[in-house]
């Protein structure tokens, strides 16, 4: 089984509705990132968390939320979906420390909004 | 704001060759700096890592050069073979230690295709 899952793996929107991406995680850390990825852009930082109680926002924060249920799971929220937010959405996660250099991505989402 | 970025978009060589990914980057307090591979259709994976305070590091056929001097990161993959056709994202983190470690900041990516 893989060590970090998304769901869903694709989905398709329409502007406005409210969307949640999902990311679960079987190694154990406590860091969980999100990112998305648009062709040309490279991976941007969209919210981090370094444990349960740690949220924090990354480079492109605005228009979404996330929410750390447990350790292990990490929610990605779109509250209201607009066509600009249409890329491939990665979780990740790490240890702490400077083996936070290391971190180990699912599979993605890749979320189209109409 | 400061970023990393590449001069090569695509690199093709034939199996068997070794290959070259650049990565010019821009702000000099960076403590880390990373090399990332994405394989079509997957998540990046962690190739190897180096620390502003080195030069070089040698991994499994892969070394990571770091010149400080021109702000100038590199990837070599010796006998690079057709399962190291992928895209290659160098990254930096700029932490300091502590909490700070864990924010990446990729570059656009390198497409790296190994012809038989």
């Known amino acids: 089984d893989a060590d970090v899952t998304q769901t869903p793996r694709n989905r398709i929107t329409k502007t406005g509705k409210r969307i949640m991406l999902e990311c679960s995680q079987t190694?154990?850390?406590?860091?969980m990132y999100w990112y998305r990825q648009d062709p040309g852009l490279g991976l941007r930082l969209i919210y981090y968390?370094?444990?349960?109680?740690?949220?924090n926002k990354g480079e492109i924060s605005d228009g979404y939320s996330v929410s750390r249920q447990a350790q292990a799971k990490f929610s990605l929220s779109l509250e209201s979906a607009i066509p600009n937010q249409t890329a491939l959405y990665f979780c990740?996660?790490?240890?702490?420390?400077?083996?936070?250099?290391?971190?180990?991505f699912g599979p993605g989402t890749r979320l189209t909004v109409l | 704001g400061e970023s990393v970025g590449l001069h090569l978009p695509t690199l093709s060589v034939q199996e068997g060759d070794n290959s070259i990914i650049n990565c010019a980057y821009s702000n000099s307090a960076s403590d880390y700096f990373i090399w990332y591979k994405q394989e079509s259709g997957k998540g990046p994976q962690f190739i190897i890592d180096?620390?502003?305070?080195?030069d070089k590091r040698q991994g499994q056929r892969v070394t990571v050069l770091l010149n400080k001097t021109v702000k100038h990161l590199s990837l070599q993959i010796a006998a690079t073979q057709p399962g190291d056709s992928a895209v290659y994202f160098c990254a930096e983190n700029m932490g300091t230690g502590g909490t700070s470690y864990g924010k990446l900041t990729f570059g656009q990516g390198t497409i790296l295709t190994v012809h038989p």
């Open positions: 190694k154990g850390h406590d860091r």
């Open positions: 990740a996660t790490s240890n702490p420390g400077a083996t936070a250099n290391e971190q180990f």
């Open positions: 180096i620390r502003s305070n080195m």
């Open positions: 968390s370094f444990d349960v109680k740690d949220i």
